[in-house]
Structure formats: C-alpha cells, structure tokens
C-alpha cells in the first residue's frame, strides 16, 4: 500500500498535486482519483495498470471492497479454477500458500512497475483488484473476462477493516478513535472508499450485463457455501459435475480450515503483513462487539441513504 516519494514518476506527482487530499484514516494522506480514495502508491499503480494492462478474453477478475471476502474468494476461485491440476489433496497449493500471493493484486503489482508481466500465469489467469468498476482498464471492460464481485454487510467490513488497521497501521489510527473512523467511512475517506458507490456500480454493471459481472455477498456464501460456489463455478465456466468436488473445496477453503494452517498463522506475506491479520472471526453480524448501537445506526442511515431508490432504477 505504501510508496515514498522516491518512488512516484513525475507524472504520478504532477497528477497527485492537483488531486484532492486528506490525512486518512488508517493511512496518513490519502488522495481522490477518480471518486474513489487511495494512497499515493496506489495511485501509481492505478495509472500503470489503467495504461497497460491487457485483459484476455478468458480472465477471471476478482473484484471487492478490502475486507468483504477477498481473501476467501482468492481461494475458492483459485481451487476451482485449477482443480484438475490441483485436486483437493495433503498437496494441495492452498495447505502451503496463504491465498495472497497466489492471486496477482493488479493495482499493488502495477505500483513501482509499468512492466508487471501476468504472461506466466496459468490459463484462464485469475486475478484480484479493489478497484471500483468506473476505474477498472478498458481493456477488462472491453474484454469477454469475467468479473466476480463480493461485497460484505457495510458494518461488518466496516469492524473487519477497523481492526485490521489498529494492528497493521497503529500509529496512523491512533487519533482515530472509533467515531472519528465512522465519519471517514460514511463520507467515503478510506482507502477504496465510498463503499456504498463501489457496491452500486458493480451491481448496476451485474444487471446490464449479467454474463460478464456476477454479483456475490459474503452472506449468502456463508450461509450457503456450497450453492454460491457451485453458482460462481457455472459463471467462471467450470461447473460441477461431482457433488464430492464441491464440498471438498469449500471445506479447503472454509475459515476454519484456513486459519488454522500453520502458513496462515505464522509469518509475513510479501507484501510485508502478517498472514493472520487476513483470518479474524470470518462471521457475519460480528460488528455486534465493536460498533455501539448509536454507531451502528449512523452506517445505517449512510446505507439507507445511498442505497436509496436504487431498487426503481433497477
Ligand atoms: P473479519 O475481520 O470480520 O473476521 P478480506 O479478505 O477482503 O481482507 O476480508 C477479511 C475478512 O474475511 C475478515 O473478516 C476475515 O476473517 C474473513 N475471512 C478470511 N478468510 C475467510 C474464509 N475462508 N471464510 C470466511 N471469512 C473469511
């Protein structure tokens, strides 16, 4: 996430000193590009990736608000896919890897290199970003790939990423306090934010275009895991035909299975955080212990507000 000024292009300071700013939460400046806030290297890597990244017709994009499901999504996506390859067995990639490094985060890689080569990536190459959909490089836009989207109940991405922060970044949270970090994340400053504009674009563009855009929730998988998966198998062009293939991955890929392995509980990724800051609780309605019912009802009303009249225009 992080890129000190040595490392920014002239162009990326030129276009950063006329964008609007604000010391972030979680980050100490984050910048508006495009309607939508990042830091300064991902800036960087969005003008890199928007210029030179050529999507293939059978890529697989896995698109989603930080902290809504993108690391299990990683998984599953990524076991389905190469299932043939890798069958669920004690070799499998997933029992040695944590999900991250085995799916390309597009805007990150692009971000100290224009060149980031993905040709090495098995086919159909599976591949993540955070990117709203207004942002993403016209290629994937104009491309056959397929997009599969996850978004999360807001208060619950909202408490997921509220701890993420105060363990990765606690210098920069520390005068966040809680209330000061709901503000932030009702008037859409933090990293990847507005949420409420990232779900709707890609809701809007799974409805235009239903074969190109599959619209997911971290709720309905986890309370139906197999059917939601089975669903994003027969998207993605890898359905099912055995039952016993279907419960296999979602039991690789269950939090319970993951977070126990020792790859996710010990170390460092290379993107220099630790494995286990990616597996919390992974429960739906777990805001409960964090957010103050007066909190919880002020995201509320920012949903209610944003997501109003949506349902006409649908
Ligand atoms: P909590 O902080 O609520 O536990 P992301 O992967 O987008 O960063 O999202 C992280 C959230 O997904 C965390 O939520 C994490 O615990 C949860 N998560 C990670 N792996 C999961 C899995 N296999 N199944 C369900 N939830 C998972």
Known sequence: IYLGDEDLTQETRDLLSSLPSEKGWLVSQIYQFEGSWHTQGLVQGILNCQKNFKANDSDIILATTPKSGTTWLKALLFALIHRDKFPVSSKHPLLATNPHPLVPYLEADYRISPDVDFSELPSPRLMQTHLQHLSLPVSIKNSS???????????????????????????????????????????????????????????????????????????????????????????????????????????????????????????????????????????IGGWRDTLSESLAEVIDRTTEEKFRGFRSRC
């Open 145 to 283: 790939c397929k997009i599969v989207y996850c978004c999360r109940n807001p208060k619950d991405m909202f408490v997921s990423l509220w701890h993420f922060g105060k363990k990765l970044t606690p210098q920069e949270t520390a005068d966040y306090p809680i209330e000061k970090s709901v503000e932030a994340f009702c008037q859409g400053k933090f990293i990847g934010g507005p949420f409420w504009d990232h779900v709707l674009e890609y809701w809007y563009e799974s409805r235009k275009n239903p074969n190109k855009v599959l619209f997911v929730t971290y709720e309905e998988l986890k309370k139906q895991t197999e059917v939601e998966v089975k669903r994003i198998a027969d998207f993605i062009g890898c359905g099912f035909t055995a039952e016993k293939e279907v419960s296999e991955i979602v039991k690789l890929c269950s939090f319970e299975s993951l977070s126990k392995l020792e790859v996710n509980r010990q170390g460092k990724l290379p993107n220099g955080i630790e494995s286990n800051s990616y597996f919390r609780k992974g429960e």
